[in-house]
């Protein structure tokens, strides 16, 4: 029924051989994806979706935050350096870590190819919106600004892979940060020749990476935490599938979205995820800490629970009326919400 009703690809990936426990590997087969919001998107022939228990429960539990986010993410990106050595030959000396700040090091992503003993060097950049853009992403580059940059570690005269890890909701910061990228490099004479993204990926962010990738000749490969994700109209929340609740305060419409994800992946989602969350939540508030590029800050922790507590309930008040709706549902909402007050009188 959930499936039906909120047009979700369950079949349009494919379980890679090399999967380990605790994770698996899939990979998204396009000409399968069959949910008309997504008919003429441009998806990059090598994408994938990364299953971990970890993956799930940040997704569906706002509450996480700190300490006990920045463990769960250290298991997942130790996962996703495993994946991608597994995917794709790439050479650990012509490689780099992008960090597009503040988000992307909460991916530790970088931390996760530590523990395999590979050190791979970084590079950083921080673009930001101009208007306060929570829960609000203007899809125009001109709404956003670089106010840090350090390609210090770029390479001269070299074919470089990068590997990005960061929040990829309307394409936005990606294409800024990657123009800007493929210009540090011609200033050096190097050739960007993959870059390899990870962390929460929509769907339609993928046609903004995959037209850069042709634009600029690079190969684009992307491994997305849990699912592709759908998309809000305000081009910030994530979910898996749900109601667009901003559609809904904003304009009275009642919107139904879906994303792809692997069957097997759904069942483990349905008992714990509130339809309509937004997965990864203010990714950056949410951290123990922040790199600004200037410096080391606290993450925003309270922030990112009154926002969510706020959110869901709307969202759960919104959602209780439409007839697909289920007592379970009912109970991972009011659960969700009871974990969040908790942690916000702690």
Avoid at 263 to 270: C, K, Q, R, S, T
């Amino acid at each position: 029924m959930i499936v039906k009703e909120f047009h979700l690809d369950i079949l349009a990936t494919e379980k890679v051989a090399f999967s380990f426990n605790p994770f698996s590997v899939y990979k998204v087969n396009s000409k399968k994806i069959t949910n008309p919001e997504y008919k003429g998107l441009k998806i990059p022939p090598e994408t994938y979706i990364l299953y971990a228990p970890e993956i799930v429960e940040i997704s569906s539990h706002p509450h996480i935050v700190g300490k006990e986010l920045d463990r769960k993410c250290e298991r997942v990106g130790e996962y996703c350096a495993k994946a991608i050595l597994s995917l794709w030959n790439i050479n650990p000396k012509s490689t780099l870590i992008y960090d597009v700040l503040r988000a992307g090091p909460g991916y530790k992503i970088r931390e996760g190819f530590q523990k395999l003993n590979l050190h791979l060097p970084r590079i950083k950049i921080r673009p930001r919106y101009k208007k306060p853009s929570y829960r609000q992403h203007d899809a125009y580059a001109d709404q956003l600004e670089i106010i840090y940059k350090d390609f210090s570690n770029l390479p001269s005269h070299q074919e470089i892979i990068v590997i990005k890890p960061d929040t990829e909701a309307s394409g936005g910061t990606s294409k800024i940060a990657i123009e800007t990228l493929i210009r540090e490099a011609q200033k050096k004479k190097s050739k960007i020749k993959e870059i390899i993204c990870t962390g929460y990926i929509s769907v339609p962010s993928l046609d903004v990476l995959q037209s850069l990738a042709e634009k600029y000749n690079f190969q684009c490969k992307v491994l997305a935490w849990g699912n592709l994700t759908a998309l809000y109209s305000n081009r910030y929340d994530m979910p898996l599938y749900g109601l667009d609740e901003a559609a809904w305060r904003e304009k009275g419409i009642i919107r139904k979205i879906g994303g792809v994800v692997p069957a097997e992946v759904l069942l483990d989602y349905l008992l714990v995820y509130p339809p309509g969350a937004d997965q990864p939540g203010d990714w950056s508030a949410r951290q123990s800490y922040l790199d600004t590029g200037k410096a080391i800050q606290p993450g925003e922790n309270r922030s990112h629970l009154e926002h969510s507590l706020s959110f869901l309930r709307s969202l759960y008040q919104f959602s209780r009326q439409q007839p697909w709706f289920c007592r379970w549902h009912k109970e991972i909402f009011l659960k969700e919400i009871n974990k969040l007050q908790s942690c916000l009188e702690k």
